[in-house]
């Protein structure tokens, strides 16, 4: 039987380009008909059921309706299912069977992102979505002097959470991240200008880090700890000179007309940089993933969009490369012991194999032990009032995970999922926080 035809066949899934400037991508009789077409294939195979709240939803609704098929849930509840997906990606990578090139074509994460597209096309999103997707704007008022100081109280006080709660339904339970001074991008424009009065090692690479907004305003020593370890392995490393947000936050809302401004603004910039022969990294596996595949799906005919999109790494696929290689520094001071290490979701979806394993275990006397299940947090979903408590309920195969390995450390490539497992660890009567793949690196450099 042909390969195509095969459920679960052995050929590498493929991804088609999303199409959103055909007409019939936005005409809702359309929608719903696929909607249909690939709910009643997920009804009738039910492998995913255990992954996020998307299935049980949607099974639920099957089941309850008066049917008992797909064809007995009212077309206005369709948008339940899709409130519940936050494109992780993992029924399209790890569990489908009929995914492209199955003649089925189910491509579940990208009709669900059709969904939200047609959906904020038609004014359905709510004012608190609009205003917690827009990373940038708010990381930039929310470090500024003074504002900084009462930004971060305000996520403390109790009074104020309930009242944020009560008004924007951002959950008063839900861990908000803090936001630092100076950030990210402003203490590496000095420690570059310094490395460039003192270079004298030879060139290993050349890298414009991409900082992203978490780790701008939010938790610096992220990016920092990949700019030390790049540095220590003799790679040139700069920055852009104006960088904005990936997209990715606005296009999981649907806002395409926000992601193509972000585009223009990025890409250009990268473009050039991709000419000279630079590579891109960034330390959050959404942002890597954005350039790598969404953007490239979005605009595939677009040569910057895709010569970007090659040249973007994730940190430690950059240096298993560097390892094959034999440029790759090896001269580690500390042992890790054992690491309990979480694998981000927008990491597997990039298909580089397990890297941040494979370079963590170079380190004498250290072993890991993968976890390879969602953290549920996404960002958003794992602050909203109506959302949180199932976050918090797909995060707990993790938890129990890290709980049985008594690792001496624990975490994640995404350090918002690293953010929500201690979050989770923390409510269960555990202090130890997280700590990066990337800080762990520097542990063991003793850098």
Known sequence: MAEEKREGGLGAPTRHPLNQHDPKFYDPADLHKELERVYD???????????????????????????????????????????????CDLCYLTKCPYVPPHKWNVDFPHLMLRAKIVNYENGNTRFRDNIITSTDLIGKVATAPVINTAVNAANRNSTLRALLDKTLAIHKDARLPEYVRPTLRNSLHSSLQKKIN???????GRVVLFTTCYCNYNEPEVGDSLYKALCHNGVTVELMTREHCCGMPKLELGDLKSVDQLLQKNI?????????????????????????????????????????????????????????????????????????????????????????????????????K?????????????????????????????????????????GSDCPVAGRHIEHNLNNADNSQGHTH???????????
């Open 268 to 368: 250009p910039q990268l473009y050039e940089k991709v000419q000279q022969g630079w590579n891109i990294l960034a330390a959050v596996p959404s942002c890597v993933l954005m350039f790598k595949q969404e953007l490239p799906l979005l605009y595939p005919h677009d040569e910057r969009v895709v010569a970007v999109g090659k040249a973007f790494c994730d940190p430690f696929e950059y240096f298993h490369r560097m390892h094959k290689e034999g440029r790759f520094k090896t001269d580690f001071k500390n042992s890790l012991g054992t690491v309990s290490y979480h694998v981000a979701c927008h990491q597997r979806v990039q298909n580089i194999g397990p890297k941040t394993r494979q370079i963590l275990e170079l380190i004498p006397g250290t072993s890991v």
């Open 370 to 410: 993968s976890i390879e299940r969602c953290s549920g947090h996404d960002g958003t979903y794992g602050v909203k009032k109506e959302s949180l408590e199932f976050a918090n309920k797909i995060v707990q195969p993790v938890v129990r995970q890290v709980k049985q390995h008594n690792a001496d450390y624990y």
């Open 437 to 447: 793949p990337l800080q762990l690196l520097c542990k063991a450099y003793g850098i």
């Open 41 to 87: 294939i997920c009804h009738g195979c039910r492998r995913c059921v255990s992954l996020c709240n998307a299935f049980p939803v949607l099974f639920d609704l099957v089941d309850e309706s008066p049917t008992m098929e797909v064809d007995g849930i009212a077309v206005a509840d369709y948008q339940k299912v899709v409130d519940q997906c936050y494109l």
């Open 198 to 204: 003192n270079t004298t090692e030879e060139e290993q």
